[in-house]
Nanobody, 126 residues
Framework: QLRLVESGGGLVQAGGSLRLSCAAS????????LGWFRQAPGKEREGVLG????????NCTDSVKGRFTISRDNSKNTVYLQISNLKPEDSAVYYC???????????????????WGQGTRVTVSS
């Protein structure tokens, strides 16, 4: 059973940067599509960025364009989310997720992901 553990969240001032990590155990991430999602209080979980097993990426929300970057290091069994120029509206719990056999057109859809981490909280102060 694939297990995902996120880390790297915290409290940061607006304009700052963070790098979130998601480390996998119980299996290798090589064949999986990986996604980062976030959920703010009172809101639905939304897709942020996805990356396929062939390193195709999908931006799931316009608000993060140019500020968020997803990458994966299969040798470390880890996926990353680099976040820069943070804004208060980026405050949320950030989750990584893994799925097999999904396409670029579906990688932003949380319903397609069976494996989830427990989340890491990002709080951005203004």
């Amino acid at each position: 059973q694939l297990r995902l553990v996120e880390s790297g969240g915290g409290l940061v001032q607006a304009g700052g940067s963070l790098r979130l990590s998601c480390a996998a155990s119980g299996g290798t991430l090589d064949p999986y599509t990986l996604g980062w999602f976030r959920q703010a209080p009172g809101k639905e979980r939304e897709g942020v960025l996805g990356i396929s097993a062939r390193d195709e990426t999908a931006n799931c929300t316009d608000s993060v364009k140019g500020r968020f970057t997803i990458s994966r290091d299969n040798s470390k069994n880890t996926v990353y989310l680099q976040i820069s120029n943070l804004k208060p509206e980026d405050s949320a719990v950030y989750y990584c997720a893994a799925a097999s056999l999904i396409t670029v057109t579906t990688m932003c859809l949380k319903e397609w992901y069976p494996y989830w981490g427990q989340g890491t909280r990002v709080t951005v102060s203004s």
